[in-house]
């Protein structure tokens, strides 16, 4: 147990939801030393998730929505800082920005999130193909979106996918190429994965699995994207979206060790001292497991935000929440609670023919995860239900009229 | 221009003059107005920028969805029948005003 000083100072590299989180939490845990959160830009720092759904509706939101008020910095003493991070030297302990300037720091937190990676293939450059992770990225896109015709989303991951289903309800041509058979098929069952294909082509999305992309030609005034199946899409905006990496590059050259994100322990303290790293960028051993995980969600960036922020008032407890997710794709709602592996046992609840239902995945037994698809109390109860790691028999689960909510009620006596 | 007055379980009010078509979620936190979350960017996912309507206002607000409805259930203040979520309430022509409590928690 370290005890935190008053003299103690806090540099936060990266102001996204999981850098915001850990300088709020600061204060509200009482930590009175000076704040620093590193922004990487001039303006206020936004929420991400709007990007790829509200903001690219025919009636999207003028502007972005601000993680924060202006005026929560100036109330919470909290220096939001234009620049940008170039080197660490951990033994000093200062960081060196772009600009040549320097801080010192008593605790660091690497909250440095991710990018995302770049298609592979010639003519991934051209200007009409667009990726989305910033909000000069949404604005682009969201403009060239005014026009466009015919679209090709390349990657049927999330934000392939709801791209896809906010282009498709502006009317406009999509087609999807996804190299692997199922779309997001690294995060959802199979069960899930179908449900979600058969729903957006029954939609008008023209989804083409086991089809990749091998090069974007320019064709007259618009693209061409050629496909593994020998296939040319003709489009006039093409859209990627092939995962992320973790940025990492900073941590790497200041000597922390790091194997697809940054490592962590379970207080998400790396093995240097005064030094943590949160969010999309930290690989941290899941409770339970103890299995090395990198999550990229709101949830995980919150969540670590305020145990960073108790680790460093001092209090190392084991991070052990419940990890969940959202999408939302046109009018379907997903929700995920826990994270569901392969082997899991799918069993479904309600009925996918009237677009409302979940499917429960249990493992050994217990609730491991729940897919919810506009199921709000299906997923609200499974939080509750894989966080207690309950044993639901396969007899209780597919009785007639099982409800996770009633049966949350019944064994984790949530109040009404 | 359409105003939210917002007050805190303290009793301290601020009221804020938005353009039409904001939500309250929208407003409260591009306002720093406390104890409003708005985790999830205004999805209805979180429930983390519960309110409570003064009853005077209840008959100009949109009908609660079933989502909006399931997702109260799960709020970390008591649910009441003056509980909406913030990201659900758009400020129109019909609501040029409106006045709402913040629970004394979210999260």
């Known amino acids: 147990m370290n005890n935190v000083s008053a003299k103690d100072s806090v540099v936060i590299i990266g102001a996204g939801q999981a850098g915001l989180q850990v300088a709020d939490s600061l204060r509200s845990e009482g930590f009175a030393g000076p704040i620093t959160l590193l922004n990487g830009e001039a303006i206020l720092p936004y929420q991400r998730p709007p990007l790829s759904k509200d903001y690219l509706g025919i009636d999207s939101p003028a502007t972005a929505l601000p993680l924060r008020g202006p005026d929560f910095f100036t109330t919470q003493d909290i220096t939001l800082h234009p620049g940008a991070a170039a080197a660490v030297d951990t033994q000093a302990r200062r960081v060196t920005l772009t600009d040549g300037s320097a801080l010192d720091y ?106 990749g992309v091998t090069a974007i030609h320019t064709e007259g005034a618009g693209l061409s994207v050629e496909s593994t199946a020998g296939s040319h899409y003709p489009a006039d905006l093409v859209l990627y979206g092939v ?19 940054i490592l962590v322990d379970s207080s998400l303290r790396t093995a240097v001292d005064g030094v943590l790293a949160i969010g999309d960028c930290a690989s941290f051993p899941q409770a339970g497991t103890g299995a090395r995980i990198r999550l990229e969600s709101v949830q995980n960036a919150t969540d670590h935000g305020r145990h960073a922020a108790r680790s460093i008032m001092g209090q190392n407890t084991d991070y052990a929440q419940t990890p969940w997710f959202w999408s939302t794709q046109g009018r379907i709602r997903l929700q995920i609670a826990g994270i569901s592996d392969p082997s899991d046992e799918p069993v479904v609840l309600g009925d996918p023919a009237n677009g409302k239902f979940s499917i429960a995945l249990l493992r050994d037994g217990v609730l491991a995860a729940v897919e919810s698809i506009n199921s709000p109390a299906d997923h609200v109860a499974a939080r509750k239900l894989v966080a207690a790691s309950v044993a639901l028999p396969m007899e209780v689960l597919s009785a007639p009229g099982f409800s996770l909510k009633n049966f949350a009620k019944t064994v984790l006596a949530v109040p009404a | 221009m359409p105003t939210i007055t917002f007050t805190q ?13 904001t939500s309250l979620m929208r407003a409260a936190v591009t306002n720093g107005v406390e104890g409003i979350v708005g985790e999830c960017g205004g999805q209805a996912m979180c429930a983390t920028c519960h309110i409570y309507v003064r009853p005077e206002f209840a008959d100009q607000l949109p009908p609660i969805s079933d989502d909006e409805d399931e997702m109260l259930d799960c709020t970390t203040a008591e649910r009441t029948d003056a509980s909406r979520l913030g990201c659900q309430v758009k400020m129109t022509d019909q609501l040029s005003s409106i006045v709402v409590d913040v629970p004394s928690d979210q999260e």
């Open chain 1, 106 to 211: 008593t605790h660091l937190v690497f909250a440095t999130g991710a990018a995302n990676r770049q298609l592979p293939c010639p003519g991934a450059d051209l200007p009409a193909v667009h990726a989305l992770r910033t909000l000069f990225d949404a604005e682009r896109l969201q403009a060239a979106l005014a026009t466009a015709r015919k679209v090709v989303v390349i990657g049927a991951g999330f934000i392939g996918l709801e791209f896809a289903a906010a282009a498709r309800a502006r009317g406009v041509e999509v087609t999807v190429l996804e190299y692997a058979p199922r779309p997001m098929g690294r995060a959802l069952s199979a069960t899930a994965s179908d449900w979600f294909a058969a729903r957006h082509r029954s939609d008008g999305i023209d989804l083409r699995l086991n089809e």
């Open chain 1, 243 to 261: 995962g992320v990496n973790a940025r990492t590059e900073l941590a790497e050259a200041a000597g922390l060790a790091t194997d697809n994100g």
């Open chain 2, 9 to 21: 379980p303290t009793g301290e009010a601020t009221e804020i003059a938005v353009a039409e078509g």
